[in-house]
């Protein structure tokens, strides 16, 4: 016959189910901390790489911002530079030009600006006499854009440089390259159009022009 299950059999039975329990709780533990660590780890890789990639992208958009700002300073220097020989191309024809056509100017001025009540203007070169005033807007390139933007700025000629509020004002717009038929244009609109000729430029209008007078 078998023995008799005693109390102290069932309590040692139940202790070692207790710390059958024990130990894979623990085990559970341990794994889950694991798993936790190695997430932690990878995420903090994750972002470690994302940050690294952030960085790499700040840089190369800080790189391209300055190549164009490089690029933006070259083209308007040399924009600029071009537009002044231009003037400097122009300037010292424009006597001899508006003479030849019967308007006695004889001084000229390049860049005379002006500002009143939160306005500004800007003529290329104006040449003047003691009653009239030739206001001329030069481009390396004229476009309809800058055909208005002479008509624009003879609107208000008179009201930024009152001192001429009693001459007769002419408005002109000189080129190395015209688009299209904006000489037409320009014409139409009242306009003397100075084009470059040879070493040297020209009133291009055509023999029965007449100017307007501002």
């Known amino acids: 016959m078998s023995a008799p299950v005693t109390n102290e059999d069932i309590y040692k039975l139940f202790q070692r189910s207790q710390e059958e329990a024990d130990r894979r709780f623990a085990e559970a533990d341990r794994r889950a901390a694991e798993a936790k660590a190695e997430a932690d780890r990878r995420a903090a890789e994750a972002k470690a790489e994302a940050d690294?990639?952030?960085?790499?992208t700040e840089v190369r958009l800080a790189n391209a911002e300055a190549l164009v700002a490089q690029a933006t300073q070259a083209v308007n220097s040399l924009t600029s530079r071009w537009g002044q020989f231009v003037?400097?191309?122009?300037a010292p024809a424009v006597v001899r030009l508006f003479q030849a056509k019967g308007i006695a100017v004889h001084t000229i001025a390049q860049?005379?600006?002006a500002s009143r009540a939160g306005r500004h203007l800007e003529i290329d070169i104006l040449a003047v006499d003691d009653s009239v005033a030739v206001a001329i807007e030069v481009k390396s390139r004229l476009t309809q854009k800058g055909v208005q933007r002479c008509l624009e700025n003879l609107s208000r000629f008179k009201t930024m440089l009152p001192q001429y509020r009693d001459y007769q004002i002419y408005g002109a717009v000189a080129a190395i390259e015209i688009d299209g038929d904006v000489d037409t244009y320009a014409e139409n609109q009242g306009l003397f159009v100075i084009q470059q000729s040879g070493d040297s430029v020209c009133i291009s209008n055509q023999a029965d022009f007449t100017p307007r007078t501002r």
């Not at 003037?87 to 122009?90: A, D, G, K, R, S």
């Open 52 to 56: 690294r990639r952030t960085a790499e």
């Open 87 to 90: 003037e400097n191309l122009v």
């Open 111 to 113: 860049r005379v600006k």
